[in-house]
């Protein structure tokens, strides 16, 4: 695969079927009609009063992008056959500046959580997946460049569309999730006469690190989700 800004391979590792399996699809409808999309990770799957409760992060501007509270959740879950949404609620977001986080969880079938892991140093490799189009996840390389603010946000080389944000970006050594895609830089293309013709993604792509989400889930009492399961029937916090 050849990327703008990435030239050297990176080897596959042995946990990249466990990468497509935490990769989720995010619909945001308004009276049946598609509003907004994005991506999210798995990250939690909980045994609640004998339901199977699934917990998913994403990016917060996903959710904040339909613009009111009459828009309804749903996500595609990995693996669902038919690939149609399902109702999702939203535990919490925000969505301010590199502060751009949503926590969601869903009743459904038992999901697999991605495993979580460390902050990765400047030169890293990384894969990035996420949902460019609808129903079609897809996982590309990507390198870590310099943090644009230590602990807060990461600029990575590789490629990111539209509907990518809010996905992951896993260690490409050993599978593990360090971050989510928050956005990317791209260029408008303007055809005679004025009119935008489209747009086309410039190599580069603003992340938020694990770290930074740690931060957050933790100030929303939520940190139990990036740890070991806890109890049957223990759940998270609550935002309010």
Avoid: K, N
Wanted: net charge negative; proline share 7%; glycine share 16%.
């Amino acid at each position: 695969m050849a990327l703008s800004g990435h030239g050297r391979p990176i080897a596959i590792p042995a946990g990249r079927a466990a990468i497509d399996g935490t990769l989720a699809e995010v619909r945001i409808e308004r009276d049946g009609t598609l509003v907004a999309r994005g991506s999210a990770v798995v990250v939690a799957a909980r045994d609640e009063a004998g339901q199977s409760a699934c917990y998913l992060l994403t990016v917060g501007h996903v959710l904040s992008a339909a613009g009111d509270d009459e828009a309804s959740i749903g996500v595609v879950l990995p693996g669902a056959a038919d690939a149609e949404p399902i109702s999702a609620e939203s535990l919490g977001t925000v969505d301010r500046g590199d502060q751009d986080l949503a926590v969601l969880r869903t009743i459904a079938a038992p999901c697999r959580p991605a495993r979580i892991g460390p902050s990765l140093p400047p030169g890293a490799d990384v894969w990035l997946g996420g949902f460019p189009a609808p129903g079609a996840p897809r996982i590309l390389p990507g390198h870590v460049r310099d943090a644009v603010r230590a602990g807060h946000v990461w600029t990575v080389e590789g490629i990111a569309t539209e509907g990518t944000s809010g996905g992951g970006v896993f260690d490409a050594r050993s599978g593990a999730l360090v971050g989510l895609i928050q956005g990317y830089w791209a260029v408008r293309l303007v055809a005679p006469g004025g009119r935008v013709a489209g747009e086309a993604s410039v190599g580069r792509i603003a992340v938020i690190p694990i770290a930074g989400v740690r931060e957050l889930l933790e100030a929303w009492g939520f940190v139990d989700l990036l740890e070991s399961e806890p109890s049957a029937g223990q759940t998270s916090g609550s935002l309010e």
